[in-house]
């Protein structure tokens, strides 16, 4: 009876798990929305797509340009923007900063990018 408990207790820990890990693309902590690369993160009810992550140009929102690792976004209306630490960018009325980017989310061979929106 015991064993049978615990077994129980174990599918639903595990299941729980899994669940969390299949639909978690992005974390809000503090305003602060961790995104991952190559997932799809809802913003102001839009879904902005991102991905490849490498060195590159990028525009800062004083206009000027730097060189440093940078992902591509993807609107609905079928727009790109590549962003960078410190970029910039909007999404329906509200503004959002790139806050954090890196290749690998721990350890994993993925990155990441954090933003928050500017008020």
């Known amino acids: 009876m015991n064993q049978l408990l615990l077994i129980g207790f174990l599918v ?11 639909t978690t693309n992005s974390m809000e902590t503090e305003n602060v929305i961790l995104v991952k690369q190559n997932t799809v993160v809802t913003l102001e009810g839009a879904r902005i797509g991102n991905g490849n992550y490498f060195a590159r140009d990028y525009e800062l929102p004083d206009g000027t ?3 440093g690792l940078s992902a591509k976004l993807w609107f609905p209306d079928e727009t790109k923007k ?20 890196d ?9 990441f990018m954090k933003i928050k929106e500017i008020k």
């Open 103 to 111: 290749k690998k989310y721990k350890d994993r061979d993925f990155g």
């Open 12 to 22: 639903l820990l595990l299941n729980s798990c899994q669940n969390q890990t299949i």
């Open 65 to 67: 340009t730097k060189n």
């Open 82 to 101: 590549i962003v960078g630490l410190g970029s910039v960018f909007s999404v329906k009325d509200k503004r959002y900063e790139v806050i954090e980017i």
